[in-house]
């Protein structure tokens, strides 16, 4: 498991569970400013038997007032670990909501692979544990004939291919399939879309 800590946002909170990896789980903390750690954090880092990195932001990249530019480096790292390995979890750590665009667009690129968000190393470690044994819905998909729908009634939804189908194979509920269309895809029809895939969601628990 990789785990890439937005520490500016989220502070020593995030580290929380930092102490329970393993010698196979790696945790990048990224920060810009002098971070303010207390001794019970450095302690925690310690037990630790993770590979620990600490990546400071460069201060061209500060100079630059680039907007965000942290949020860019993590992701920038994330996707180099996404084609480097062949099968892998990264979380990042943050409570930054605008991280998860980009999540729903890695995950539709990279199929065998799950990235996600949480607040904490703890919460990151129970996601992993459930996407490892919900399988992400592949035993109640039809990914057949989800991909047909593009070919056909959803042909004019190409552009946002990667991301529905991304969305409907990480969705536990058909309640959360349309709320997470509604949530992540902007300007699109979103009733439309519903109506198309009620039969490729239709066992997945719930009534949208």
């Not at 291919?161 to 991304?166: M, T």
């Amino acid at each position: 498991m990789h785990y890439y800590v937005d520490f500016e946002n989220v502070g020593t909170a995030g580290l929380a569970g930092i102490e329970q990896l393993t010698e196979n789980d790696c945790v990048r903390i990224y920060y810009s400013n002098n971070p303010n750690v207390n001794m019970e954090t450095v302690i925690q880092i310690k037990k630790s038997v993770a590979k620990i990195q600490f990546l400071k932001l460069y201060d061209s990249l500060k100079k630059m007032n680039i907007s965000n530019a942290l949020d860019i480096v993590i992701v920038t790292d994330i996707s180099n670990t996404l084609s480097e390995l062949s099968d892998c979890f990264c979380s990042v750590i943050s409570n930054d909501k605008g991280y998860d665009n980009v999540i729903v667009e890695l995950n539709g690129k990279n199929k065998n692979k799950t990235v996600f968000r949480a607040a904490t190393i703890a919460e990151a470690m129970k996601k992993c544990e459930v996407s490892n044994s919900t399988s992400a819905n592949d035993s109640v998909i039809d990914e057949t004939a989800l991909e047909n729908l593009f070919k056909n009634e959803l042909l004019g939804y190409q552009s946002k291919k990667s991301q529905i189908i991304q969305i409907v194979k990480s969705s536990k509920s058909r309640v959360e399939v349309n709320n997470n269309i509604g949530k992540f895809l902007s300007g699109v029809d979103q009733k439309e879309i519903m109506k198309q895939l009620k039969p490729i969601i239709k066992n997945l628990p719930g009534n949208a």
